[in-house]
């Protein structure tokens, strides 16, 4: 059967092996042959095919495959026997297995089990796609046996299929889609429970399922938004069943790749329950292994997290610290077998780069004795570490100690620093304080590997990023004592170079700033060198030198460059210990990566500067630099800078290091455009019901709903907001508040400034008055400004947000009512006497935001004493267009597997919604409205084609022609399609011919 070519390419090394297959195999090979040749026939135009239906043809033909079969494990699988036999198996199997013949198909199905299992990976060299037809069309039809089989067959193939390509994978994902294979196996799923099935029944197709959405991402929607599989899942997860918890611990990880279905496994709480019960050390390692790595997949995000985090926190860390230290009674290292365990648990002790309250829990379950006993060996069992001297053979065990776990440990160790307390102080054991020891570590093997590896030792390249900025988040750790242990010991280790280092540092920055060097010509290297330099710009002691040879002007160069080049750098793109997941099997998850995001050089870069910036200014307001040792040549050039950064759309880190940075030239907060609309309300006398009367009389109309949403402390006690009857009966009526007369006039024109507008500017002699009324008030994130304490780890920019006085509470004291008077969105008007949709609002909050509204409000006329304004559009954009005004953002359509799996018919509401703001936009106009309307309205259109004709449809109604402009040419390619169909009927003749045309200018393109 093998080509004559081959065989004469191959020559005597093919004969050579030919003879040492042994004549009984042989013989069996050509038994198989001769019976396989009874049915399988040259089709025209589709190959060869298996065309026979004669049951005992089928029969002698699986006899003849089984005894083949079973002389296999003698042969290499890479044979030309068995490459040559496999293919016409394949053949047959996938024909015999469309048999009406019970006792024939039984047989077949598990004669394909045992030849998928004998293959393994080496089935991706052969074509399984009819085989695979014929075993999902099979699946949800026979007994339980057959199921098994087919379950086991099937996820052997799609398993050991490797690596495809694209059109490979399309064509088998066509293949499950056509089979409806994913809803059988939940069918065959759901059916388990009865007590009737074996564990093999579940666990198969558990495990098949797992496979098929671990691989082919879109099927998820289809297994997690099956609540009644979902709690068959957390049935079988409660059973005292090994093997199934496992199954459903591993589906779950699966799931939890999508962001929703993470969300929907945290809603159930028994199965969360039982998920982080199987962390303990009461299950097996295998169990534990499997909820350790689904708890990192439910933890991709910060938000999600905290799902998790809120009510198991405790749980789940003692899990964590059990598998870190489970081994340390009965060794000095980790054992061979625990290291997958240990690994994993490593994985999920990542959980420290969000804020919570897990952090407390890490620390009184002794992280820190858990990393130190990882990093240089248990420290309990070892006489040289009771009493331990910081020293190089302390160095030595951590380098004897070789483990791929040591980028965790720094990690890790570097995410505690940040988030803890300024008082925090580690707990000490016996005479070894593990967390003194941790640090001394770090800023050693740090020191190593940032002064050019100078010492005798030479970790592996891949230590140094996590090292490094482990010591980086150390020195600038909240903590007084942290910061201050680590800055001690880095000093000492980096005096005996002199400024050698530091040089090396500023050489390296002076050929970025000026050019001379790609920005990422090397990301790691480039990396590793800031972050080198942001740890010497935290010593007090190397300070004046940097700032004296211009490195802060080449910080702020590189920023520039960096501004400008728009290079995106994530830490996960050059650090390796990060990727235990591809990107590419991760869904509709939001929000996800470090603080840093994809800006990690310019995120080093603001650290750098952070540290010298206090120094430098106050080396300038001292005068003890000289006019030509000036600190950065361009001030105004270097806010401008950092005041794009924070209107830019880089991430967060980045963000809150410029807003910091700014705070030192006298701005405090982020400008915004719904504080610059604010800031009109601040000046509104007329809607204001609160007055504040300073002790030297002077006074402030305020309003309450700005107080409540902003600054609650400066409302008075007895009564949050006024009473909503009163006000009605007298809208004039202000509540008057005295304050007391520590406050002064200035100081509270301040605070309602930020209150107002999140953002003022303040010279330095206001300072001090400012941060005792900050405090005063509890507006904690001015307070940290004004104190220039640098940015709490993880933490998001102050925004003006007045989204809380949307909550309905006692004490909104809602004046006026928007009604929807569209059709768009379903509306219960039982829940209410009004009979059409509406919406509560403030006037001041409509009145700061839109000019239509506030001439309204001034005209006089009858509507601007009205309680109710009607408002053309429908129930769903009337609420987007409210939370506009409260919160300054248009709530976007995320494009994930919940909108791709959505009603069409709920589709088109949502798309409706942005075409009635869009057209209310410029009657009232709301510029930014109409312009993220479109915006919306255009990535949806380009993303899904089908729903265009309809939105086209509804934007022509409306006048909105540049909708059906987009739209049009969206679609132009489906113009002989769609008049053939009879979809063009609905259309306009306007529309209509605007499709002929565009569709002609597409055609002419094409030719």
Not at 232 to 250: C, E, F, K, Y
Not at 680 to 685: F, I, K, P, S, V
Request: overall charge neutral.
């Amino acid at each position: 059967m093998g080509s004559s070519s081959k065989a004469g390419n191959k020559g005597g090394r093919k004969m050579k092996k030919e003879k040492e297959i042994s004549d009984q195999t042989l013989t069996l090979r050509r038994r198989l042959h001769e019976a396989l040749s009874l049915g399988i026939r040259q089709i025209e135009n589709k190959g060869r095919r298996w065309r026979c239906t004669d049951a005992e043809i089928q029969s002698h033909s699986l006899r003849a495959i089984s005894a083949f079969i079973k002389c296999m494990p003698s042969v290499p699988l890479q044979h030309s026997l068995i490459k040559e036999s496999v293919p016409d198996m394949l053949l047959a199997l996938g024909g015999i297995l469309q048999s009406e013949n019970e006792s024939i198909l039984c047989l077949a199905v598990d004669l394909t089990m045992e030849l998928v299992c004998s293959l393994g990976k080496s089935i991706c060299q052969y074509h399984v796609l009819d085989i695979l037809m014929s075993l999902s069309c099979l699946l949800p039809t026979y007994k339980v046996s057959v199921v098994v089989s087919c379950a086991t067959a099937l996820n052997r193939i799609l398993t050991n299929l490797g690596a495809m390509s694209y059109q490979y994978s399309e064509e088998v994902c066509e293949v499950i889609v056509k089979t409806n294979l994913v809803r059988s196996v939940i069918c065959v799923m759901q059916g388990y429970g009865d007590g009737s099935q074996p564990v093999e029944y579940f666990s198969e197709t558990a495990c098949l399922l797992k496979t098929i959405i671990w691989r082919w991402p879109s099927f998820r929607y289809h297994v997690w938004s099956n609540s009644k599989l979902m709690d068959v899942l957390q049935g079988i997860s409660a059973r005292n069943d090994t093997l199934n918890t496992r199954r459903v611990l591993q589906l779950c990880s699966a799931l939890a790749l999508c962001g929703n279905g993470a969300r929907k496994i945290l809603e159930n709480e028994e199965l969360v329950s039982k998920i982080v019960g199987c962390t303990g050390t009461s299950h097996l390692d295998s169990v534990r292994l499997e909820a350790l790595k689904l708890c990192q997949h439910l933890t991709r995000s910060a938000e999600v997290s905290s799902l998790l985090t809120d009510s198991y926190s405790e749980q789940i860390v003692q899990g964590i610290i059990g598998a870190l230290g489970g081994w340390r009674s009965c060794s000095k290292i980790v054992p061979t077998d625990q290291i997958p365990l240990v690994m994993e648990a490593f994985r999920a002790a990542l959980i420290t780069r969000w804020a919570g309250n897990h952090h407390f829990f890490f620390w009184s379950n002794e992280i820190d004795r858990a990393l130190l006993d990882n990093l240089i060996g248990n420290c309990s069992r070892s006489d040289q570490t009771r009493g331990m001297v910081l020293c190089d053979e302390l160095i030595a065990k951590v380098y004897d100690n070789i483990t791929n776990t040591r980028p965790f440990i720094w990690d890790i160790l570097g995410w505690l620093a940040a988030y803890c307390e300024e008082d925090f102080v580690p707990k000490t054991t016996g005479k070894l304080c593990c967390l003194d020891v941790l640090i001394f570590c770090a800023c050693a093997v740090a020191k190593d590997l940032m002064l050019k590896r100078r010492s005798s030792f030479s970790p592996d390249i891949s230590e140094a990023e996590p090292v490094a900025r482990a010591v980086l988040m150390l020195v600038t750790s909240p903590s007084r004592y942290i910061a201050l242990k680590s800055k001690s010991w880095l000093f000492e280790m980096a005096r005996p170079y002199g400024n050698d280092g530091l040089e090396s540092f500023l050489l390296f920055l002076k050929l970025i700033a000026g050019g001379d060097v790609p920005l990422v010509s090397d990301n790691l290297q480039t990396a590793i060198n800031l972050i080198g330099f942001a740890c010497y710009s935290a010593l007090p002691d190397f300070q004046k030198t940097i700032v004296k040879k211009k490195g802060l002007q080449m910080i702020s160069d590189i920023i520039e460059r960096c501004l400008k080049s728009d290079i995106h750098v994530s830490r996960s793109t050059i650090v390796s210990h990060l990727r235990s997941i591809p990107e590419e099997k991760t869904c509709c998850w939001n929000h996800v990566g470090d603080w840093e995001g994809g800006d990690v050089i310019l995120f080093y870069c603001l650290q750098a500067l952070s540290q010298l910036i206090s120094f430098s200014m106050l080396e300038c307001n001292q005068h003890e630099i000289t006019s030509e040792e000036v600190v950065v040549s361009d001030a105004d050039g270097l806010v401008e800078k950092l005041q794009f950064i924070l209107h830019s759309n880089s991430s967060q880190g980045p963000k809150r290091y410029a807003a910091y940075i700014l705070s030192f030239f006298g701005s405090f907060g982020t400008q915004s455009k719904l504080g610059q609309k604010m800031e009109r309300a601040l000046n509104e006398n007329e809607l204001a019901d609160l007055q504040f009367v300073l002790s030297n009389g002077q006074s402030l109309r305020v309003h309450s709903v700005i107080l409540w949403a902003r600054c609650p402390d400066l409302l008075p006690k007895e009564t949050s907001l006024k009473d909503e009857q009163e006000s009605e009966q007298n809208p004039r009526t202000r509540q008057e508040v005295r304050m007391s007369d520590r406050v002064d006039y200035y100081s509270l024109i301040k605070i309602l400034e930020y209150t107002y507008t999140g953002f003022l500017r303040l010279e330095e002699d206001h300072l001090k008055p400012l941060k005792i009324l900050a405090n005063c008030c509890r507006l904690k994130s001015l307070s940290l400004m004004l104190h220039r304490k640098l940015p709490t780890w993880g933490s998001s920019s102050p925004s003006c947000d007045f989204t809380k006085a949307l909550e309905p509470t006692e004490s909104s004291c809602f004046d006026i009512i928007l009604e929807a008077e569209g059709s768009g969105g379903a509306w219960d008007c039982s829940i209410c006497q009004l009979s059409r949709p509406h919406v509560h609002a403030h006037k001041i909050i409509l009145w700061a935001n839109c000019n239509y509204l506030q001439a309204l409000f001034r005209s006089g006329m009858h509507e601007s004493y009205s309680q109710i304004i009607k408002v053309p559009v429908g129930w769903i954009a009337l609420t987007k267009l409210v939370n506009y005004f409260y919160s300054g953002k248009l709530l976007r359509i995320e494009t994930d597997c919940t909108w791709k799996n959505m009603d069409k018919n709920q589709q088109l509401l949502q798309l409706q919604a942005y075409v009635e703001l869009s057209s209310l936009a410029e009657f009232w106009l709301l510029e930014e409205v109409g312009d993220e309307s479109l915006d919306i309205i255009f990535s949806c259109l380009e993303a899904d084609q089908k729903i265009s004709a309809d939105i086209i449809h509804y934007a022509a109604k409306l006048s909105q022609w540049k909708i059906v402009e987009v739209g049009v040419s969206s679609i132009a390619h489906l113009y002989p399609k769609m008049r053939h169909a009879g979809d063009l009927e609905k259309l306009s003749e306007e529309v209509v011919e605007m499709l002929r045309t565009e569709y002609v200018r597409y055609s002419q393109k094409g030719s």
